[in-house]
């Protein structure tokens, strides 16, 4: 696929049937994907083989710790279906890295080009909330010229910024949390999360 910035993602995002129907409106993003033969549908079939449940893939856990951390609930406990088409979910860079997910990360140039089209999704899916998956990801997504300042809820922190829409006609709010992977504690997190979904975006 081409390495050029593009307004429009090549990934396209998950977009769940109930997403939009009330608020908070909450945006996951994930970093990348790994692999070879990159489709536009990428994003879209990984969460359709996760609700589908038809074969254990090395990543499932860490989609139901996503489910964890958001809702608070235990695994037994949550509604695949459910909760994810509640939200959307879109992997921030737009360009296949090569390897497994804990092989190779994406260079600083593969984040810098992807900004445009973070940006056009934010004006396509106008969420409210986005929760970024893991430190890697967070440090290396554009700052924020609006930021709202820190965020503490107990024993964890993240700074919380606005992101715009391509034309600045929406803002969302945003926080960074640890990759929901090996050594990650959903209920640890959770309240840092839970506050983050209870806030109104304001600039």
């Keep these: 696929m081409s390495v050029h910035a593009s307004v429009e993602p090549f990934f396209a995002p998950w977009k769940g049937d109930t997403y939009g129907s009330k608020d908070p409106r909450l945006l996951i993003l994930g970093e990348s994907h790994h692999g070879t033969n990159?489709?536009?549908?990428?994003?879209?079939?990984?969460?359709?083989?996760?609700?589908?449940?038809?074969?254990?893939?090395?990543?499932?856990?860490?989609?139901?710790?996503?489910?964890?951390?958001?809702?608070?609930?235990?695994?037994?406990?949550?509604?695949?279906?459910?909760?994810?088409?509640?939200?959307?979910?879109?992997?921030?860079v737009q360009e296949v890295v090569a390897g497994f997910a804990r092989g190779p990360r994406p260079t600083p140039e593969m984040f810098t080009r992807s900004q445009p089209a973070f940006q056009e999704v934010i004006s396509e899916l106008r969420p409210t909330h986005i929760l970024a998956l893991g430190m890697h990801l967070w440090q290396n997504m554009p700052p924020s010229s609006n930021a709202h300042g820190a965020l503490a809820c107990g024993g964890k922190t993240s700074d919380c910024r606005h992101y715009a829409s391509r034309d600045s006609s929406h803002y969302a709010l945003a926080i960074g949390i640890k990759h929901p992977s090996a050594g990650f504690s959903a209920p640890a997190w959770h309240p840092l999360v839970a506050k983050f979904l209870s806030l109104t975006p304001q600039l």
């Design 38 to 92: 990159p489709t536009p549908d990428w994003t879209v079939n990984v969460v359709r083989r996760y609700i589908a449940n038809q074969e254990t893939e090395p990543w499932f856990p860490t989609f139901t710790k996503i489910g964890q951390v958001v809702t608070g609930r235990k695994r037994p406990e949550i509604d695949r279906s459910q909760f994810w088409n509640s939200i959307a979910f879109y992997n921030y």
